[in-house]
Structure formats: C-alpha cells, structure tokens
C-alpha cells in the first residue's frame, strides 16, 4: 500500500498572516490560488490563521509547489507552510472513515426504504417501539 497508489499526495499546512480584517477573504484567495495552481488541491481544514490542503502528487513536482508555495509567501501572506508526504496512517484513517460513511449511507438507506415499504401498522409499531406516540387513528 503506497500513498500514490491511494492518490493522497501531500498535506499542506500554512500559517497567514494574523489579519484584523478580512480574515477568512485572505484565506479564500489563498485557497484559490492553491487550486489554480495546483490542481486537485482540496481544503481539508480552515482554523484561522491556519489552513491545512493536500495536494495530489499526480502532474506536480515538489519544486513546482516550492515555487508557488514561495509566491504565495511573498503576495498573499502566507508566514509559515509545511509540505510533507500524507502517511500510511493518514491513508488508513482516511480509507477507514470513508468506508465507515459508506456503511452508514447504506444503513440509512435500507431504513429509509423499509418504511416507505411498511404497512401503516407496521409504522405504528416502529413509532410505539421508540416511545414516540402512534398517528391517531379514526374509530
């Protein structure tokens, strides 16, 4: 199991500069710029004044993201940034968390279609059996 194989590429961590104003638009241009430059790059975390990015490795050089990373420190104030290979951890907490929403969508899904498939008894049943009370019915 290799990063590349996964597609995960590098994290990004960059520190800006503390802004009184306009904190989250210094952010936004930066993220931006990211993007442009780097394709597939995707916002994993906006914590003011930091932002966290991985960046795929397919199509980008280490030094073509040094040289944007060092324009972005000269124009966009960016203070600080950290560029490291996502590791085999990072991808099992990744694979594992996305397996684990995969499960989930299909847990809600088989409950969503069972009741739309249940009788109105049946419904009721589920109402009582979760202590919520049954729709009034007409005698």
Known sequence: MSSTRYGQGYKLDL??????????????EVVSFLQAACPGAKLEENEPPC????????GQTLSYV?????????TLGVVECS?????LEQIFVL????????????????ERVGAEHATPAAR???????????PMRAV
């Open 15 to 28: 520190r800006l500069e503390p802004a009184a104003r306009n904190g989250s638009a210094r952010a936004s």
């Open 66 to 74: 040094f040289r944007r990373l060092a324009e972005a420190r000269s």
């Open 83 to 87: 560029l490291t290979q996502c590791t």
């Open 124 to 134: 009721a049943d589920d109402h009582e059996d979760r202590n919520v009370p049954a």
């Open 51 to 58: 932002l966290t990015l991985t960046v795929p490795q397919q």
């Open 95 to 110: 694979l594992a968390s996305r397996q684990q929403l995969r499960q989930d969508e299909r847990r809600d899904d088989a």
